[in-house]
């Protein structure tokens, strides 16, 4: 990009313009608009609105700005009227092409303003005559903008440009010309304005129903992987009932392989079954790790089914978000589409100050999604002072289930109801941090921290419940869980 001293920039801005479906005529009806309110006034404050668009106020103000757009898609000049706070709210920080035609224009008077060719000119001048010539391409591929001096040599161009002409002013055919819109700038801005609230609704449509469409398809795939667990886990009737035939047969059950040839004492007819069994395990070990089977798959059966009826119930009701969104698409209701939209600010429940409070060593800090505060154990000893030290009577406290890993704790200095969402969230920590960490789902043990105990000479981290839930999570720290430290 050229450039020349200060000095030179005084002359002449062109705007060649290409509007959707506008004529000659309407461009001589520009023209006239902006000489008619514009003419006599100097170059003033250069309000930026995009890399491509910018407004410019002329002093003594008027009541209406130049706009000016070489976006491919909006390609432009006419009036505007705006709130000065509006545009100083809208406005960016300039380009160095739009910062150099600032500081080029400045001051400077406007004094013609023509219909050409190419668009819409506008020539400004000081007192002692200095003259620069200003074309702006709209109509070129791509538009751009281009200054020049009185020989037509380039000064600033807002992209690469090569010699121009220096456009000729002629009143010819503009002073008295009309379109079939009364004001055609104001016309012009009403459209501009309504296809970008347009193009906002029709963004801010496809948003809503892409995240409520996103969370629906999850929760159809965890109800699959539900099903998948459950199946694995297998038929808890079944387990028992194996173990129950092995102990009946006792002492010396058949041997036929790898599995004992036993009677079913379960069935009217009594017939022989084969079941399963390691090879080097005794009757007695082989029929407890049926009953170890059958307990875990009890377990699993009662936590999956409130984990899909929990499923079930949020699907039901993303289904019903689906619909309000596409009600208040069809209404043009951007207010709705909004609240979908724009996060939620997550306030993190603070406890309340205790001077005696042990400080927090040895944990992991955590907010859950609904913003309370999870803490997750590092070590053995750091498991015994979280839950017997740190953690309060009615707090939540969490376990993988049959596996070695760090304690949990839901703080719950308010007492009040954990949500459902927070209690999965820490769940899945306390299954992330455990040996259960690889598998593809895992049972965590919950309850309050007031039905845990600590056996007599247990080792550190080792403790009995009196009284507990069971949840199968994946063992994920979830995206929605924010870690404070540790």
């Known amino acids: 990009m050229a450039s020349r001293p200060r000095a030179l920039c005084f002359g002449l801005l062109l705007f060649s313009a290409r509007f959707t479906g506008v004529t000659k005529e309407e461009l001589n009806q520009i023209a006239v608009e902006i000489r008619t309110t514009l003419v006599g006034l100097r170059f003033g404050r250069l309000f930026s609105l995009s890399s491509t668009a910018f407004a410019v106020d002329l002093h003594p103000h008027s009541g209406a700005y130049l706009f000016i757009d070489i976006s491919p898609r909006y390609r432009s000049v006419y009036l505007i009227v705006r709130k000065l706070k509006t545009l100083e709210r809208e406005s960016t920080n300039p380009n160095p092409f739009q910062l150099q035609l600032r500081q080029a224009l400045s001051g400077c008077a406007l004094a013609e303003v023509s219909a050409v ?30 200054l020049i001096d009185r020989s037509g040599a380039v000064i600033l161009a807002a992209r690469d440009a090569n010699i121009v002409s220096r456009p000729v002013f002629t009143d010819e055919g503009q002073e008295n010309a ?38 629906i398809a999850k929760r159809y795939k965890l109800l699959s992987n539900l099903d998948s667990d459950l199946e694995k886990h297998g038929n808890a009737e079944k387990w028992k009932r194996f173990g129950d035939l092995i102990l009946a047969s006792l002492p010396s059950p058949k041997r036929e392989g790898d599995s004992f040839l036993l009677i079913d004492f379960f069935e009217a007819d ?20 049926f009953y170890k089977n059958y307990r875990k798959a009890s377990n699993a059966l009662e936590a999956i089914a409130k984990r899909k009826a929990a499923v079930e119930e949020e699907l039901n009701g993303l289904t019903e978000r689906l619909r309000f969104i596409e009600i208040a698409i069809e209404r043009a209701d951007i207010g709705v589409l909004l609240a979908y939209v724009t996060p ?50 009615l707090d939540t406290w969490l376990h993988a289930a049959d596996y070695p890993g760090s304690h949990v704790v839901i703080r719950n200095p308010n007492r009040k109801e954990i949500p459902t969402q927070t209690l999965i969230e820490a769940a899945s920590l306390a299954a992330f941090y455990s040996d259960a960490r690889e598998m593809t789902k895992a049972a965590v043990n919950y309850t ?21 839930k069971t949840l199968v999570v994946k063992p994920e720290v979830a995206t929605r869980v924010q870690k404070i430290d540790g």
Not at 271 to 285: C, F, M, Q, R, T
Not at 358 to 382: M, T
Not at 448 to 468: D, H, I, T, Y
Request: glycine share 4%; net charge positive; proline share 6%.
């Open 178 to 215: 009309a379109s079939k819109i009364e004001n055609l700038s104001a016309f012009l801005d009403n459209k501009r304005i309504e296809n970008d609230k347009a193009e906002q609704f029709n963004k801010l449509s496809n948003e809503a129903l892409k995240r409520v469409k996103r969370e």
């Open 117 to 146: 060719d190419e668009g819409i000119a506008l020539r400004f001048k000081r007192p002692d005559g200095n003259l620069a010539d200003l074309l702006v391409l709209v109509s070129a591929n791509p538009a751009n903008i281009v």
């Open 344 to 393: 939620v600010d997550r306030v993190v429940e603070k406890p309340k100050k205790d001077r005696n409070a042990p400080e927090l060593k040895g944990v992991r800090r955590f907010a859950s999604s609904n913003g309370f505060e999870i803490l997750v154990g590092k070590k053995a000893k750091d498991n015994d002072s979280l839950t017997f030290r740190i953690a309060k009577s």
């Open 270 to 289: 009594q017939p022989e079954i084969l079941i399963p069994a390691d090879a080097n395990d005794s009757p007695k070990v082989a029929a407890e790790k």
């Open 448 to 468: 309050q921290r007031k039905f845990v105990n600590k056996p007599k000479r247990a080792a550190p981290g080792l403790v009995s419940l009196s009284s507990f």
